[in-house]
């Protein structure tokens, strides 16, 4: 009997030793995991700011794909909200508290079950030499319960870091994955209406057109605002030569205009007219590291539709999308020109 009490009187001791250990822990909890996505700054945020892109890559809703999704009013933005159900996943909501463009993210996030919780959920984006700096972080209270939980099952950021960490990954495939869907589609044959251009002229490497194009095309549209010249359409590179056997071709970058503009004598951006041609037109709608295929597609078809180049026709490249403007490279538009008889 004497040894009961004193084997009871221990376990006191130790459930009196635990209650105080468990009531000392900290009262907060705040952690964060970042990675960099090599996609625009623009891109990631609205990816990240819409509730209805969240299934995407959210890792719990990974672990349980039927679960209810709810969706309020508004799903992006301050007030855009959303909530779930699920035996895996329980019952909590989130809401968007705030948020600065491109930068960050704050938002509110409840739990119903499997136990009653609410934490802050913070989101900051930044703009980086090797892409975007995506930080997902996560801080709120901790009452006795949750203190009690986390001594036996581990820290919040023990159970909940590896989650965000694979969160990341997923916004940055499926962000990945946005940006390499690209469609080409031959229009077939069309008139060009030709006209007016600014154009300076120079020859290089076909391994060097991607870095001189940017260059070139910047000179003539810098020229071209400084000058006050009212341009008359989209943007366009002119094909003078393509020799894929020895890695050469000449071009022109091009700035349509409204009328004639005569230029200074000794400058190197000059004046020309496209007279109005025959062509066969192909939009390919991604990345411009898609245009090779485009080209080589646009080449088959003419042959192969009993058609005939134009002996030194002009072949051209056109960008109806400023890529400054358009952070997504799938939604940017190239068309294609090449003059048949």
Not at 10 to 30: K, T, Y
Not at 106 to 125: A, G, R, V
Not at 269 to 279: D, R, S, V
Not at 320 to 325: A, K, S
Request: charge should be negative; proline fraction near 5%; charged fraction near 20%.
């Amino acid at each position: 009997m004497k040894a009961l009490k004193y084997i009871l009187f221990l376990l006191l001791i130790v459930i009196i030793g635990l209650a105080i250990f468990i009531a000392v822990q900290p009262n907060e909890f705040e952690f964060s995991r970042s990675k960099v996505i090599k996609a625009p700054t623009s891109m990631v945020f609205n990816k990240v700011n819409d509730f209805k892109n969240w299934p995407d890559f959210s890792p719990w809703i990974e672990q349980e794909p039927n679960a209810t999704l709810t969706y309020g009013e508004k799903t992006s933005g301050v007030d855009g909200t959303y909530s779930w159900s699920g035996e895996v996943l329980g019952e909590g909501s989130m809401k968007t508290t705030a948020l600065e463009q491109d930068k960050s993210i704050s938002q509110h996030i409840s739990f119903i079950k499997p136990f009653e919780s609410e934490s802050d959920i913070n989101w900051t984006f930044e703009n980086t030499d090797e892409g975007t700096k995506v930080t997902w972080g996560m801080k709120g209270k901790q009452d006795f319960m949750t203190k009690m939980y986390t001594t036996f099952a581990g820290s919040i950021e023990e159970n909940t870091g590896p989650d965000f960490d694979r969160g990341l990954f997923k916004l940055d495939s499926i962000v990945n994955a946005d940006m390499k869907k690209y469609s080409i589609n031959i229009e077939g044959i069309t008139q060009h209406g030709g006209g007016y251009y600014l154009y300076s002229t120079t020859s290089c490497k076909i391994s060097e057109l991607e870095s001189k194009m940017p260059e070139m095309m910047s000179k003539v549209g810098s020229y071209a605002m400084n000058n006050n010249i009212n341009m008359a359409g989209a943007p366009y590179t002119y094909y003078h030569k393509w020799d894929v056997e020895n890695n050469a071709t000449m071009f022109s970058a091009c700035v349509p205009t409204t009328e004639r503009v005569i230029t200074a004598p000794d400058s190197d951006i000059l004046t020309g007219q496209l007279k109005p041609f025959k062509a066969v037109k192909t939009t390919l709608k991604g990345n411009y590291e898609n245009l090779k295929e485009t080209w080589e597609a646009t080449m088959t078809y003419i042959p192969a539709n009993g058609l005939e180049f134009t002996q030194d026709g002009p072949m051209l490249e056109v960008y109806p999308t400023d890529p400054m403007n358009t952070p997504n490279p799938a939604d940017w538009i190239t068309e294609i020109y090449i003059a048949v008889k």
